[in-house]
């Protein structure tokens, strides 16, 4: 068997070998390792794979980047398999097309060494007819046909769709995926789960490898290496073109490897659509995924609706389950709260949402029946399961800060396990976003944990960092090495007043490199149960340099524009 690890070596060397061969896409471990764990996951799943290859394998590497280079040097000595590393040019002009050719050269020797006979023409025009196959049937499928249809012709094989795009699908939103490698078959299924389905993918492990055919005209190994060095950009290896979507497209994901030295140059694109994001290989942050991609989709789809002239007499609840505390608020068909409520999640997120949603009830004599419509927003939202429709919190927080504050435009929250900051444009709608939920840092729970070091609670921590008179750096971003060093600073008998302001100063770091990231926006507001904490206020405004807008019950404002959301979905409904 013949495996590679990358696009860049070529199928119609492979596909003119008449041997079977495979695209090594396996999902290995995603933690540390003897490699380290600064290491793509990628390279990780390769490695590991190529150490369990026979002696009878062939193991076909392109040194696309550093770690792959290390990884295929490790393994030349370490796997028993055959092992192939292509070097790659770094320009695409004539140079670097006979620099590739000399490459190809060089691996068609490799293979024929080890008794591997290739007919070059007969591969390319094998493969010639693969791209026709591909890009006749990938504009009218979706989700994971076509990830299957990418994904055997990978392999070499022609993948026959069952069907086309069928109503339900049509009706789903647009995604288009483009960046890095992914593990594409995890990716359709967030997608999915938030409502929309992949029509567009432009990876290495897309439609990139079948974007243009080999021409059978000029020379063969020539014309390869031609193609091979002018696919459409962003492949992190030549980043010098700009991306061409397609406009029907309801959002994109722009997928960074993890630990990528590559992708993390590819400059911003302007296109709204677009959603930057860290993924790593196999994906281990389902959760995460899916509320950026659903808030992704939404940024663009939910613009602000008029609401029809209300009555004080219609009811309407919006519920925010968080990872700490669960938030729910009762609105009339105005917009005014009557009622609101925050208990602690607790181990049973569905349980808490039915019993606050039950307390509101309770607490303004109403039953269930007097409610028209109910949305649920948060990590748990989709475990509430009473609710009429579900939003993902960042379009909540937007929704509900752009109803108090219309001339605000942009948001900071802290919440128990994250923190994110929003652009917000003028019609109500996010413009851009950034998160921060893969560490304790800059959230709700490095509060606590300092907190219980220092024996105090978090409000008697913002009370002594206001009384601070030296400027105390702590260093550590981390949470657990935050605490050590936090130790040590009492050892060492720095005053708590001290502490306190310098930890306050570094949960506000985390927040001021998403915020200059989103271009600063003002005015800010700032939400979630942190924003009662005048500690961290005061270590933002001067972080920020800016003024900062708390809002009267900051922990809420996601619950209040679920709630806002409801009433406007109800006003659409009556319209229509």
Not at 267 to 291: A, C, F, I, W
Not at 508 to 532: C, E
Not at 534 to 553: C, D, F, K, W, Y
Request: proline share 3%.
């Amino acid at each position: 068997m013949i495996y590679y690890t990358c696009s860049y070596i070529p199928m119609e060397v492979l596909l003119g070998t008449g041997v079977e061969f495979r695209r090594l896409l396996d999902s290995g471990t995603s933690g540390c390792h003897e490699l380290g764990c600064n290491l793509c996951g990628y390279a990780r799943t390769v490695y590991e794979t190529g150490l369990e290859l026979g002696e009878d394998d062939i193991l076909l590497f392109a040194d696309s980047c550093d770690a792959m280079r290390r990884v295929g040097d490790l393994l030349k000595d370490k796997s028993k398999a055959s092992v192939f590393i292509m070097r790659l040019p770094w320009k695409k002009s004539e140079e670097a097309i006979h620099f590739l050719r000399l490459e190809l050269e060089r691996l068609i020797r490799f293979l024929e060494y080890r008794k591997v006979k290739i007919d070059i023409e007969k591969g390319i025009i094998l493969f010639n007819e693969l791209v026709d196959h591909v890009r006749l049937l990938e504009k009218n499928i979706s989700g994971r046909e076509l990830t299957r249809l990418y994904l055997d012709a990978l392999n070499g094989l022609k993948h026959r769709p069952a069907s086309a795009l069928d109503g339900r699908e049509r009706r789903r939103k647009r995604v288009g995926i483009t960046g890095g490698i992914i593990d594409i078959g995890d990716i359709d299924q967030v997608v999915e789960g938030v409502g929309g389905t992949i029509t567009y993918n432009d990876t290495c492990t897309g439609s990139r490898p079948f974007s243009s055919r080999t021409d059978e005209s000029e020379d063969s190994l020539k014309a390869i290496s031609r193609r091979l060095l002018s696919w459409r950009s962003p492949c992190g290896r030549f980043v010098d073109k700009g991306m061409d979507l397609p406009q029907e497209l309801d959002g994109v994901l722009l997928a960074i490897p993890k630990f990528c030295d590559f992708y993390d140059f590819v400059e911003k694109d302007d296109d709204s659509r677009v959603y930057r994001m860290e993924v790593d290989y196999p994906l281990n942050s389902h959760g995460q995924l899916k509320t950026r991609m659903g808030a992704l989709i939404e940024k663009n789809d939910l613009p602000g609706q008029p609401v029809d002239e209300g009555r004080d007499d219609m009811l309407l609840i919006g519920i925010d389950s968080g990872s700490t505390t669960t938030n729910a608020v009762l609105i009339d068909g105005t917009g005014r709260i009557v009622q609101w409520k925050t208990v602690r999640t607790g181990i049973n997120a569905s349980r808490t949402a039915r019993s606050i949603y039950n307390g509101l009830l309770e607490k303004t004599g109403t039953g269930e029946s007097d409610i028209a419509l109910t949305v649920a927003t948060g990590y748990g939202r989709n475990l509430v399961d009473f609710a009429d429709e579900t939003i993902t919190e960042i379009s909540c927080h937007a929704k509900g800060v752009a109803r108090l504050f219309p001339l605000a435009r942009g948001i900071v929250d802290i919440g128990g396990q994250d923190s994110k900051v929003i652009r917000l444009g003028a019609a109500e709608n996010v413009e851009d976003f950034a998160m921060n939920d893969r560490c304790a840092a800059g959230t709700g729970r490095f509060l606590e944990v300092m907190a219980r070091v220092l024996e105090l609670q978090p409000d008697e921590m913002s009370s002594m960092a206001l009384r601070s008179s030296k400027e105390l750096p702590i260093s550590s971003v981390c949470t657990v090495f935050a605490e050590s060093e936090v130790v040590s600073l009492i050892g060492s008998g720095e005053k708590i007043e001290d502490i306190c302001a310098g930890l306050f100063r570094a949960i506000v770091k985390r927040i001021a490199s998403m915020y200059g990231r989103l271009g600063s926006p003002k005015p800010l507001v700032f939400t979630g149960g942190v924003a009662r904490n005048q500690g961290v206020v005061r270590a933002m405004e001067q972080a920020l340099n800016t003024s900062i807008i708390i809002p009267e019950i900051p922990d809420i404002m996601g619950a209040y524009g679920a709630a806002i959301f409801a009433l406007e979905h109800l006003s659409g409904r009556k319209r229509g």
